[in-house]
């Protein structure tokens, strides 16, 4: 009997074996059907009105009793058209669907993810998210030249003090040092000069909870790469709190 291969084509195993029985011995009751599969003769009714309504079985009286027949086996391609209809369905859905699950599947197993953003759009992404968008209250800006120094628009300069953010600055350069140094305790911040030859700082950078984010960080060129994630991050900050540190000791000393 073909039970084996009938259920590849979406049957129930004891679908199968009925429709495989009605094929090789012919016409037959809800008892010489259950002695030829073994299946008990209760089980042949309901699986006998399902395989009927797959149009691959139908039924008779004859004598007073109920007789099964196999109908054309050609009716399985119908099965197949509708395993491919379902098939293309859910390959549409999952298309859909894929670019969130593999999101959420990189944020809750630490892989970092990477985007890259530009534009005033992209400027309002990413300083919407540290000053309205997380409770984290430290930053770390990092810049080549501090002359070259983009502060925060006003409606994000508010809410440095009302969340209370603070920013560690670093710089390789910027004849405005001093005067940066003057306004630092009213900014909420604490800005370093950090030898080049110690840290070469390349690019804007900005460095706040789980993101990382490095380029052209001014409002006009904004044009960056955000890489978001926790464990890179941490270390990040944890590298850059021991270059403070260093920083501030040879300052002092």
């Known amino acids: 009997m073909y039970a084996d291969e009938l259920v590849k084509f979406g049957l129930l195993p004891a679908e199968a074996k009925i429709y495989s029985a009605l094929l090789t011995f012919g016409d037959n009751t809800a008892s010489v059907?259950?002695?030829?599969?073994?299946?008990?003769?209760?089980?042949?009714?309901?699986?006998?009105?399902?395989?009927?309504?797959?149009?691959?079985?139908?039924?008779?009286?004859?004598?007073?009793?109920?007789?099964?027949?196999?109908?054309?086996?050609?009716?399985?391609?119908?099965?197949?058209?509708?395993q491919i209809r379902e098939a293309n369905s859910l390959s549409l859905t999952l298309s859909q669907i894929l670019p969130r699950l593999d999101e959420l599947y990189k944020t809750n197993s630490d892989m970092p993810t990477v985007k890259h953003i530009l534009g005033v759009k992209g400027y309002k992404e990413i300083f919407d998210k540290l000053f309205f968008s997380t409770s984290e209250t430290q930053c770390y800006l990092l810049l080549p030249d501090l002359d070259y120094y983009e502060p925060p628009e006003p409606q994000y300069h508010n809410m440095v003090y009302k969340?209370?953010?603070?920013?560690?600055?670093?710089?390789?350069?910027?004849?405005?040092?001093?005067?940066?140094?003057?306004?630092?305790?009213?900014?909420?911040?604490?800005?370093?000069?950090?030898?080049?030859?110690?840290?070469?700082?390349?690019?804007?950078?900005l460095i706040f909870d789980d993101y990382f984010i490095?380029?052209?960080?001014?409002?006009?060129?904004?044009?960056?790469?955000?890489?978001?994630?926790?464990?890179?991050?941490?270390?990040?900050?944890?590298?850059?709190?021991?270059?403070?540190?260093?920083?501030?000791?040879?300052?002092?000393?």
């Open 214 to 253: 490095f380029g052209n960080l001014t409002k006009k060129n904004f044009k960056a790469t955000v890489i978001k994630n926790d464990s890179f991050c941490k270390q990040m900050i944890s590298v850059l709190q021991f270059v403070c540190n260093f920083s501030r000791e040879n300052q002092n000393s």
């Open 163 to 205: 969340n209370q953010i603070y920013t560690y600055l670093l710089v390789n350069r910027g004849s405005s040092l001093t005067e940066f140094n003057k306004r630092d305790a009213k900014e909420n911040r604490t800005t370093l000069l950090i030898p080049a030859g110690k840290m070469k700082i390349y690019f804007d950078t």
């Open 33 to 82: 059907i259950a002695k030829k599969t073994g299946l008990g003769r209760t089980n042949i009714y309901e699986y006998a009105k399902s395989l009927i309504k797959k149009g691959l079985a139908g039924e008779y009286e004859k004598n007073g009793k109920i007789f099964y027949k196999a109908e054309d086996p050609g009716r399985l391609q119908g099965l197949v058209d509708s």
